[in-house]
């Protein structure tokens, strides 16, 4: 008996049968755990060769700017940054790289990478993603390795959003995030019209509130300076590189469409957005409605990178929080330049990619809200 006790137990220490599901758990591993993480690896381990943050490096000169006594926005407009252009943004992301400022930009520029990494986690986990195969392909999408490469804001504003969906029936979260959004940044005023239409009239004008104090007071800590030429200088920055963008406007010229008319229907599209948006809103699809007004953010911004594209993060967690079609789509814009004149092929698979994005996470959103709709109201039980 003891031997053939131990003869089985050696036959179950032994080696296990390749299944068909042990194959697809390894395949799983690897494709969702391992791959993105050595894509993260030569990401920062490129970033460390002499690419780091690139964007980032705008608000830390800009930052050592303000910390010497000196205005980011220099009269005349000077180039001020890596790129050639003028610091492009309002003064409160200078000032809250100020915290980072006195570290080599290097050291500095990881540690913001860092947090960007664990900024866009960070959206999943709050948008009740809990599938982890969504967290390891997440970071494999080319704009949020873009995001995290250049440094800039679009995964914070990911995260405002995030924080805004999560407590959006609470005042006070929502208002702080998306009011510091705008003062950082004026491009998610579709989701203040998100909350209007969804019956959060107050946390809409609190939003609008906190953004006005806040963008008034980081502009208070540099004297105002700069302050009445900036509309001036937004213009010229769209001037000068706002051919080197992923708008429908940009594909209207592309098509030979005279820029009047181009621009028209970029705004007339931006525009239809935000009409839905309030639609679905007062209907009651809350979750539609915000798919919709993500998607109006993009599409109303004069200029559009590769990494503007990881808000659409928010859009297929909304949509579909296990893992399905929704989240290998991103992967095709691996196509996409993150910069750099995209050719008109380019251009248009881009917005095109990101047009099914959002049509198929409405498509889920509003499916969801009608089968929700359509649940019998349980009768009360008689004493």
């Avoid at 920062?44 to 830390?60: C, P």
């Avoid at 930009?105 to 993603?129: H, P, R, S, Y």
């Avoid at 931006?270 to 109006?296: H, P």
Wanted: glycine share 8%; hydrophobic share 55%; net charge positive.
């Amino acid at each position: 008996m003891t031997a053939v006790g131990a003869q089985h137990t050696d036959e179950r220490s032994g080696p296990q049968p390749l299944t068909l599901s042990r194959v697809a758990s390894l395949a799983a591993i690897a494709f969702f755990g391992a791959m993105p993480f050595l894509v993260l690896v030569l990401v920062f381990a490129q970033a460390w060769g002499g690419s780091i943050a690139f964007d980032f490096h705008q608000f830390y000169d800009s930052a050592h700017a303000i910390l010497d006594g000196r205005s980011p926005y220099p009269p005349g407009g000077e180039p001020t940054t890596s790129w050639g252009g003028p610091y492009p943004y309002p003064p409160l992301p200078a000032l809250l790289v100020i915290a980072v400022a006195p570290l080599p930009f290097k050291v500095a520029g990881v540690l913001v990478m860092l947090a960007l990494v664990a900024a866009a986690l960070g959206t999943l986990w709050l948008l009740d993603v809990r599938d982890w195969r969504c967290y390891g392909i997440a970071l494999m999408w080319p704009p949020v390795i873009s995001a995290v490469q250049t440094g800039n804001l679009t995964l914070w504003l990911a995260l405002a959003c995030a924080l805004a969906w999560r407590y959006r029936d609470r005042l006070l979260v929502p208002a702080a995030c998306i009011g510091v959004a705008l003062a950082a940044k004026f491009f998610l005023w579709p989701v203040v019209v998100w909350l209007a239409a969804t019956r959060r009239m107050l946390a809409a004008l609190s939003a609008c509130v906190v953004g006005t104090a806040v963008l008034a007071a980081s502009w208070a800590v540099i004297g105002f300076a700069g302050l009445a030429d900036y509309p001036h200088m937004l213009g010229r920055l769209e001037d000068i590189v706002g051919e080197d963008s992923y708008t429908l406007y940009i594909v209207g010229l592309d098509l030979g469409l005279p820029s009047s008319i181009a621009r028209v229907g970029w705004a007339a599209v931006g525009v239809a957005l935000v009409v839905v948006t309030v639609v679905l809103g007062r209907r009651g699809d809350e979750r539609s409605a915000f798919v919709v007004a993500v998607a109006a953010s993009l599409a109303l911004t004069p200029i559009v990178w590769l990494h503007y594209f990881a808000l659409l993060i928010v859009v297929v967690a909304l949509a579909q929080p296990r893992l399905g079609v929704l989240w290998f789509l991103p992967l095709g814009m691996l196509l996409t330049p993150g910069s750099g004149h995209p050719t008109p092929f380019q251009t248009a698979w881009t917005l095109a990619l990101a047009s099914l994005i959002v049509a198929l996470a409405l498509r889920s959103t509003l499916a969801r809200t009608r089968a929700v709709s359509s649940r019998p109201v349980p009768l009360p039980v008689a004493a």
